[in-house]
């Protein structure tokens, strides 16, 4: 089994890093890889059609999904929001369904706003949203700021054995017969004659 993580921060090794590889951490105990793909500047940088292509090939082998990013103006990254538009019209198809967490970080405010941008786009492809003992967020300013975030930390570590026990929980019920739910045509509504 395999968690791809989506580093939507400007800084490839900041404090959103930092919490991803508190979850990698845990992953790695299980016996579950976990790849760390790095967006930030990468999405706005005239690179983002690679950048779409690379994730889109990373995300069929995937079993689960972080997407994480930190607070700028109560709302994720620009670029990370780039991204995503883009990543859903691509790889919808092979995004339905898989468990998927959003982690955020922040010195200090917006990181519930910011929690909320990312978890519709899992909702909008009916993903189930893995959650743990708190808001899934971490807090400083740099990292060393953030390894000294106690609870910050084990919402991390929280977070990631529930993704495990979800993905787990999931191909348990495959191997049992349980079928996966099918995808609908969407009906579109609108109120303009």
């Not at 890093?17 to 990468?42: L, N």
Request: charged residues 20%.
């Amino acid at each position: 089994m395999k968690v791809l993580m989506i580093n939507g921060s400007r800084r490839e090794h900041g404090c959103t890093y930092t919490a991803m590889t508190e979850m990698a951490s845990v992953f790695r105990e299980e016996g579950i890889d976990s790849e760390i793909i790095f967006a930030g500047s990468r999405a706005l940088n005239g690179d983002i059609d690679a950048l779409v292509k690379e994730i889109a090939a990373a995300v069929k082998t995937a079993d689960g999904i972080v997407i994480g990013s930190p607070v700028y103006y109560a709302s994720p990254s620009g670029e990370v929001i780039a991204l995503l538009d883009r990543l859903w019209g691509v790889a919808g198809d092979d995004l339905r369904f898989k468990p998927a967490a959003a982690i955020t970080s922040a010195r200090r405010a917006g990181t519930t706003a910011t929690l909320d941008v990312l978890n519709k786009y899992f909702q909008f492809n009916q993903m189930p949203i893995v959650s743990a003992n708190y808001w899934n967020m971490v807090h400083g300013r740099a990292p060393n700021d953030v390894q000294q975030d106690e609870e910050g930390l084990q919402i991390m570590r929280v977070l990631a054995g529930n993704m495990v026990w979800l993905m787990r929980s999931i191909e348990a019920g495959k191997a049992a017969g349980v079928k996966q739910p099918s995808a609908v045509d969407k009906v579109y509504t609108h109120f303009i004659k």
